[in-house]
């Protein structure tokens, strides 16, 4: 995200301060902050700011545009004249809280700034030695952890300074008003500050990053920036204006500027005011869940996440993610008593960015942001599909699987609901054929070699698995069908393999009759699988539905989204 802004001038706001010493000192020190400011803009590097005519959108005069997943370029190095300058108030900072321990402004500064510097451990240690009230240092500290990186850490201290603000504080933090938008704005802004609070909980869950990481980047994001708001307010800032509201309703949104360059002047023999660009960090994505995700997560699509918005409500670029796509993968849920068996498969040898790379992979479950159920798996992707299983109380839940390789710093996610409904038949599951001499007689045999997509190659031959409960133990007679369906027309596939019966075809698809009997080693557990061969099938989407009838009973059905693509 790069932002524009053109002139502006406001009367700057004040900060509290007590006595006319440290009015003194302050006042001082605002000056050393605005020479520093002035001498930062003029000497900034210099670079077309790549925006063109479009503005994007606007914050009063402030413009704002989007480079959305792509990482922006590399900060050019930046000129001594500005560290030196740097440097100057750095040493006046110091000078001032000595005489200010106290002054809220002064030490904010001093943390910023440290922070621009890079200088964190510097930074960490004016947060600590902060004689201010003591939210307002515990949320300088909080700020400084998650700048580094400390995600679980500033999580926790940011709860600690909420907890200690007054109530008309806290309730302006924890506003997300501004990352809301459509029917889900409409509904938070209908609820009084109290009745926020398990409202922004369940965003803040659906919203997080990765489950699989400690701590909710996003959210420390969210109050680091509320942080640099209150740093920032009433000052002037690198572009040259002091701040207003449009400006915090911009860092909101989007977060601050880590590194600045000037438009080059049309005249360089007049002088004239540089037009200044504040660069964001990049690649950056909207991680807010919708409205339907936060109404009803269980039944929440991948949809309902949009990373790579056109007109995103907010953005965020996690420093551990150089790029950040989608995990191909499938999932599918079978039942166990009061228990789900939750199945998530994916092969990472077919994705560019993961192949031969060490990657962790996490499935994660939860029904609420007090729950979460986690799955692990590590190592050197190549060769084969691989599947992560968990088992967990049946109910609605929000599935997320994660790969992250962190030495390259890319990450992939596929996130959406899974809302078990104590159905007789299970999910399709699908499995690779040549491993097996015979088809598999288990769950976890089938899970061993399952596919690691809803994407088949054309003229291959894929597996299918499904369980049926609740049969009789001595087994029921059932007909039983599967059909490949495009566009909802039916037609002939080939015959099915391995089922030991005699089938007759439809030009639909499959039809047969069998004695269904339970599983001897899982009561009530029939399992049934069978080869397809999708030869001659072209490339395009289809659908495998799996239909078993038996007397007195409803038909049970299943079905399994696929993808043909080309070889």
């Not at 572009?239 to 989007?254: E, K, S, T, V």
């Not at 599918?332 to 040898?349: E, H």
Request: glycine content about 8%; aromatic content about 10%.
């Amino acid at each position: 995200m790069g932002v524009l802004s053109f002139l502006l001038w406001l009367a700057p706001g004040g900060w509290r301060i007590d006595g006319s010493d440290s009015l003194a000192v302050l006042r001082s020190a605002r000056r050393a902050q605005e020479a520093y400011e002035t001498t930062r803009r003029y000497n900034l590097p210099e670079q077309f700011g790549n925006w063109g005519d479009a503005c994007g959108e606007r914050f009063g005069q402030i413009c704002a545009w989007s480079q959305g997943s792509v990482a922006d370029e590399t900060p050019p190095e930046e000129p001594w004249r500005i560290r030196q300058a740097r440097a100057r108030l750095l040493a006046a900072l110091d000078q001032a809280i000595a005489t200010s321990p106290g002054d809220e402004w002064i030490v904010g500064q001093r943390v910023r700034y440290l922070l621009e510097d890079g200088q964190p451990g510097k930074a960490a240690r004016a947060a600590d030695e902060c004689r201010s009230a003591w939210w307002w240092c515990e949320a300088l500290s909080g700020l400084v952890r998650h700048v580094t990186g400390d995600f679980a850490g500033a999580d926790s201290v940011f709860a600690v300074a909420l907890a200690g603000m007054p109530d008309d504080e806290r309730c302006a933090w924890s506003d997300i008003s501004a990352l809301l938008d459509g029917a889900l704005a409409h509904q938070y802004r209908k609820l009084d500050c109290a009745g926020r609070a398990a409202f922004e909980a369940r965003w803040w869950w659906l919203t997080q990053p990765l489950y699989s990481r400690v701590g909710n980047d996003r959210r420390t994001e969210h109050f680091a920036r509320r942080v640099m708001v209150r740093i920032l307010e009433g000052r002037r800032t690198p572009f040259g204006f002091y701040w207003d509201n449009h400006m915090r309703d911009a860092l909101i949104r989007y977060g601050w500027p880590t590194w600045w360059t000037r438009e080059p002047p049309i005249f360089r023999v007049i002088r004239s005011e540089p037009l200044i660009t504040g660069h964001t960090p990049s690649p950056a994505f909207q991680f807010g869940a919708g409205a339907h995700a936060v109404d009803d997560p269980g039944s929440a699509t991948p949809d309902d996440w949009a990373l790579e918005a056109r007109q995103p409500r907010e953005r965020y670029a996690p420093p551990y993610a150089a790029a950040f796509g989608y995990l191909e993968h499938q999932s599918a849920v079978f039942t166990r008593g009061d228990s789900c068996v939750v199945v998530a498969a994916y092969d990472l040898s077919h994705h560019a960015l993961f192949d031969q790379r060490a990657v962790t992979t996490t499935l994660a479950l939860a029904a609420d942001q007090h729950s979460l159920t986690i799955a692990r798996d590590s190592g050197v992707t190549g060769g084969r599909a691989r599947a992560l299983v968990a088992r967990l109380a049946c109910q609605p839940l929000v599935m997320s699987l994660e790969a992250i390789a962190p030495r390259e710093g890319y990450v992939a996610r596929a996130r959406y609901g899974l809302a078990p409904k104590g159905a007789a038949i299970s999910d399709v599951l699908l499995f690779d054929l040549s491993p097996f001499d015979s088809l598999p007689r288990t769950l976890s045999a089938a899970v061993k070699h399952a596919h690691g997509s809803t994407r088949i190659p054309a003229g291959e031959r894929i597996g299918v698995f499904w369980e049926v409960y609740g049969l009789s133990s001595d087994g029921e007679e059932v007909t039983a069908s599967v059909m490949v369906t495009r566009g909802g027309t039916g037609w002939l596939r080939r015959t099915a393999e391995s089922l030991g019966l005699a089938s007759r075809r439809r030009e639909e698809g499959i039809e047969w009759e069998e004695v269904l009997t339970p599983d001897a080693t899982k009561a009530h557990v029939a399992i049934r699988a069978l080869a397809l061969d999708l030869s001659g099938v072209s490339p395009g989407r289809y659908r495998i539905e799996v239909t078993v009838t038996s007397r007195g009973r409803a038909p049970l059905k299943a079905t399994r989204e696929i993808q043909i693509v080309p070889e």
